[in-house]
């Protein structure tokens, strides 16, 4: 196993459990106690996790992994829900994405369908993360709008007045969420207050509202809120989703497409 794998595997165990142990974690990644030490120092120079005697603790109350860590985690179900929501848009149109795996995947998903590729206009795409608009700006057909702002380094996005600045003066036919948690209570939510600020204020420019999230992310909370479930108009999940989970949704006047 690669140090970036054996890295972004640790991070995930210590996501879930909260505390990691050593002798543990060797165990569950069948590498030497002596290496996960090493890990371990390494990923806490870094502030992704806090050293303790004999183990690792995650770092903060609200911890996210950064994205290079997050890619491999539901990768198949991630590229289905990509390629849907790809196909709800028609050429043309004016496409919002936040940052996010998952909003990652529906760029690309984007960039290789044949029709936007030759269409007139071509797709307008509007983002606030950094990688995406890197991912796009090579390819002629899109026009690409990058907002300003401060990046943060978890996620490569944008946030902060410059990114309000220019989302307050545009519109977009669809914006497609990608979100740490979606709740039909509570709704989508995300990690950091200033990420959901922006990713609101993209939905408040939007005719429709997509969210975009694997089923371990339904029924979850987070702290902060970007938008209610009632202002979401199709949630795009994989085929584990609950039928629960689903009549609850469709309550709210939202359509689920699982695949």
């Known amino acids: 196993m690669s140090r970036d794998a054996r890295w972004k595997a640790l991070l995930e165990l210590l996501v879930e459990r909260g505390r990691l142990d050593v002798e543990e974690a060797a165990a569950d990644l069948a590498v030497s106690a002596a290496t996960i030490r090493r890990d371990f120092d390494q990923l806490a120079e870094q502030q992704m996790l806090v050293r303790t005697r004999g183990g690792a ?61 030759n269409g007139t206009p071509g797709p307008t795409v509007v983002t606030n993360a950094l990688n995406i608009a890197n991912e796009l700006a090579v390819r002629p057909q899109f026009k690409i709008v990058l907002t300003g702002g401060v990046a943060r380094p978890q996620s490569y996005e944008l946030v902060g007045p410059l990114a309000d600045g220019v989302l307050s003066q545009i519109t977009v036919d669809v914006a497609v969420l990608g979100v740490v948690a979606f709740d039909v209570t509570h709704g989508a939510a995300a990690h950091d207050e200033a990420e959901a600020a ?13 969210v975009a999230a694997d089923s371990s992310k339904l029924g979850r909370r987070a702290f902060a809120r970007i938008c209610s479930a009632e202002s979401v108009d199709t949630l795009v ?8 989970t689903v009549r609850r949704f469709e309550e709210t006047g939202g359509r689920v497409v699982a695949v």
């Open 57 to 117: 603790v995650v770092h903060g109350v609200s911890y996210e992994l950064p994205l290079r860590y997050k890619t491999a985690r539901h990768a198949s179900e991630k590229q289905r829900i990509a390629k849907a929501v790809a196909e709800l848009v028609a050429p043309g149109e004016a496409v919002g994405l936040t940052g996010g795996t998952t909003t990652t995947e529906v760029a690309r998903a984007l960039a290789v369908r044949g029709d936007l590729m």
């Open 198 to 210: 922006i990713n609101r204020l993209l939905c408040e420019r939007a005719e429709r509202v997509v």
């Open 237 to 244: 999940t994989d085929t584990a989703v609950g039928p629960e």
